[in-house]
């Protein structure tokens, strides 16, 4: 699978939840506990755009860390699973793993969005800031992929929780 694939649709289902409302914050762990879905449009330079689908299924473990397997569906391609462990390291900080990424995904709070930063195959960069929507069930995906700086795909999708 095209690695700038992998990318874009990754981080779509971690965090996608109201930091703070006018009666008090949602747990953006505790969002993707159970199921959730993200419906999004990717598009890499010099390619058409094409339509990606991703239904997630967490578990809150023991020490409070995030255990999400996701089912991704790209137009075009075959299905496949993304499995990502998150850990909360202090306030508005988390760190990850994620099977498609190189090394750690930091994930940061930055206002009400998270923002989310990790490297994948072929020296690709991939920064998205989640944003949530006023229902509390859903969150904005904007996403973007860089290669010695230059951005070479974009995603943006919403993120839903069933």
Known sequence: ???????????????ATPVCSA?????????????TEVDGVVKIIFHSSYKTHSSGEGV????GS???????DDEGKAPHDRRWLVRRAGAGRFNAA???AIGPVTIQRVGD?????YLIKDNLH??????????????????????MGIVVATTTGLIRKV
């Open 66 to 72: 995030l255990n999400l397997v996701q089912h991704v």
């Open 60 to 63: 809150i473990q023991p020490d």
């Open 126 to 147: 991939v920064e998205q800031l989640l944003t949530p929507i006023g229902d509390g069930r859903t969150a904005r995906n904007v996403g973007k992929v860089r290669r």
């Open 113 to 117: 969005s998270y923002r989310f930063r």
């Open 1 to 15: 699978m095209h690695p700038i694939r992998l990318a874009l649709a990754a981080p779509a289902l971690i965090f």
């Open 98 to 100: 994620m099977s498609e």
């Open 23 to 35: 009666e008090q914050p949602i747990d953006p762990l505790r969002f993707f506990a159970g199921r």
